[in-house]
C-alpha cells in the first residue's frame, strides 16, 4: 500500500521520537505519485542552468521526476507575465 505524501508527513509529525530514520528508499517511495516537476529555464543563463542542475540532480535522487525545458528569452518572459500553470508543476529558475 502507497501512503501519500502528506499522511506520511502527518505520521512522522505524530513521532513522539526525535531518532525518526527517513531513507532514500522511503523518500523515492513517497514521492512516487508526485507529478513530474517542470523547470523552465533561461536559455544561456549559466548560473541558472548550474542551479537547474544541481536542485534537478537532488530531486531525482529522491524520486521526483524532472523534465527540464530551456526557453529563449522570449518565451520564457511570456510564460513569467502570464502565470499560466500547466498540467504539471513548475519552477523558474
Known amino acids: 500500500m502507497r501512503t501519500s505524501t502528506a499522511a506520511y508527513l502527518a505520521l512522522l509529525l505524530q513521532t513522539k521520537s526525535a531518532s525518526a530514520v527517513v531513507t532514500i528508499e522511503d523518500a523515492i517511495a513517497c514521492n512516487a505519485d ?17 542551479i537547474e542542475d544541481e536542485v534537478r540532480t537532488d530531486l531525482e535522487k529522491i524520486g521526483f521526476k524532472v523534465k527540464t ?20 508543476v513548475w519552477c523558474m529558475i
Open 34 to 50: 508526485v507529478p513530474e516537476v517542470d523547470f523552465l529555464v533561461l536559455e544561456g543563463d549559466a548560473n541558472a542552468e548550474a
Open 69 to 88: 525545458r530551456l526557453l529563449k528569452k522570449n518565451d520564457y518572459n511570456q510564460v513569467r507575465k502570464s502565470a499560466k500553470r500547466e498540467p504539471t
